[in-house]
């Protein structure tokens, strides 16, 4: 009895019920509460202690500890294949969310060399500058021990100056490095923000057709997620004011720069709308601005973080501008939330990885980065044009789409009963990646859509795949 006892009360540290610090509740009042012998509570805060969940004492009262010692640490000769006895909280969102990979529109992680990826935002890494990368890591490495040291949890602060710069100058947003902190690539900022954001119970809306990573991590927390439809000016702002008059919203998480996955760009009257809607109703906005960078329209579009920092947590990437394998992302958000997403990051990873940050922001600092963005967006527009020409030369009885003013992949429909599944699996088989509709859907719908990225290979390597897909 005291083992359920004890795991039950892992499964809700997992979880995040009982957060670091809280207090149990006493040993005889939780003995009274679940019917059993004292000695049994006894026993099993015992357990959790040994494990090292839990630390204090039956006089001063027992605590969450902020980390497990023993409990998650693999015993010597564990292999990978050794299955958990266990239930781990958060497996049911995260199974439920996985789709079978022929028919994923997601990167094919279980594969160690994919043929041709055309799913979406996997930039060209051979025009990654590699050398100039690589020697700013050996300089950083060589030059500032202290890279090697423990570091602020917030990233080093070269980096937060840079990307304070660099957001500042491109997308009009005022922060300086005390309002940034850099992550594990926007993941790592979407699990922050979750975290920060979300008691179970809580709704989050999302757009209906999004990013699947991110409502994962939404569920994991315990949120309850609500699709507002998207259409070609973006999310449906009417609609979402709909449906704030009957519920109780705490965030809203949108792509509103090139909306994932149809690159809708949010018309300028929808984002005053959304702004004043969410102020009124004290809804946070999660921002995602995965691939900022690659607009090709003449008119810039400014990050709703720029016309309201106080209403939006602005989670950005480098793995489309650089490498997706270097994991830098960062978010900026109101200080008092940072401060509480750089406790939790200390908890979870304690900080990034100093020597990389440090390159990279001595990139910035050159202009390497930027000319590199530079390059990379006539490169993509050139890429885009080109495959848009052969749809429409070679495919039009068989898909129309509207042209995206930037992004890296199109949002292609197909015309007739074509099922998108089927030519995603066909393409599958010959080692090519596409994401059919049904990937992005929160309610799992059939949709006739492909999204076909054009920017991570050739004009003619796209054309060739692209030829192969049967459409
Ligand atoms: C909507 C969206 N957000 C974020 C990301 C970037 O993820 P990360 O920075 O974790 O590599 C992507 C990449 O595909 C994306 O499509």
Not at 177 to 192: K, M, Y
């Amino acid at each position: 009895m005291f083992v359920a006892i004890a795991d039950a009360l892992v499964a809700a540290i997992k979880a995040g019920r009982l957060s670091a610090g809280s207090r149990l509740p006493g040993t005889r009042s939780l003995a009274a509460t679940l019917g059993v012998h004292r000695n049994t509570v006894v026993a099993a805060y015992a357990e959790l202690t040994a494990q090292g969940w839990v630390y204090g004492s039956q006089a001063r009262g027992t605590f969450v500890t902020t980390a497990p010692i023993l409990a998650d640490a693999a015993p010597a000769g564990t292999t990978s294949a050794t299955r958990a006895r266990f239930r781990v909280a958060g497996d049911d969102a995260v199974r439920t969310a996985a789709r079978p990979l022929e028919t994923d529109g997601s990167t094919p992680q279980s594969r160690e060399h994919p043929a041709l990826i055309l799913s979406g935002g996997i930039p060209d890494l051979r025009h990654v500058p590699r050398a100039a990368l690589a020697r700013a890591y050996r300089r950083a490495l060589l030059s500032r021990k202290e890279v090697l040291d423990y570091g602020d949890a917030r990233g080093v602060l070269r980096l937060r100056e840079a990307l304070a710069a660099m957001l500042r100058a491109t997308r009009g947003m005022p922060c300086s490095s005390e309002d940034v902190i850099v992550t594990r690539g926007s993941q790592q900022g979407l699990a922050l923000a979750a975290r920060v954001l979300v008691r179970p119970g809580d709704t989050i809306a999302v757009e209906e057709l999004g990013y699947p990573p991110a409502w994962q991590i939404f569920r994991r927390e315990g949120a309850t997620l609500l699709p507002i439809p998207v259409d070609k000016s973006g999310v449906d702002v009417d609609a979402l004011a709909d449906t704030l008059k009957r519920r109780r919203v705490r965030a809203v998480y949108l792509t509103p720069h090139h909306q994932y996955p149809t690159l809708a760009t949010l018309s300028g009257p929808r984002r005053r709308q959304l702004l004043a809607l969410c102020q009124r109703h004290g809804v946070a906005i999660v921002e995602d601005d995965y691939d900022h960078e690659f607009h090709y329209a003449s008119r810039p579009v400014l990050p709703l973080a720029a016309a309201d920092p106080g209403q939006v947590i602005y989670i950005g990437t480098l793995s489309k501008i650089v490498a997706p394998g270097i994991r830098l992302g960062y978010i900026v958000a109101p200080r008092d939330v940072l401060r509480t997403m750089a406790a939790e990051r200390m908890l979870l990873d304690r900080q990034g990885d100093a020597a990389v940050e440090t390159a990279v922001a001595e990139l910035f600092e050159d202009g390497e980065i930027q000319r590199h963005a530079r390059r990379m967006r006539r490169l993509y527009v050139a890429r885009r044009d080109a495959l848009v020409r052969l749809l429409r030369t070679r495919f039009a009885e068989a898909v129309e789409f509207d042209v995206p003013d930037g992004g890296m992949s199109l949002w292609v429909q197909l015309r007739g009963r074509r099922s998108a599944e089927r030519i995603a699996a066909h393409a599958a088989r010959q080692g090519i990646w596409v994401g059919p509709g049904r990937y992005f859907s929160l309610a799992g719908h059939a949709l006739p859509y492909l999204r076909i990225g054009y920017a991570g290979w050739s004009e003619r390597a796209v054309a060739h795949a692209v030829k192969s897909l049967g459409l």
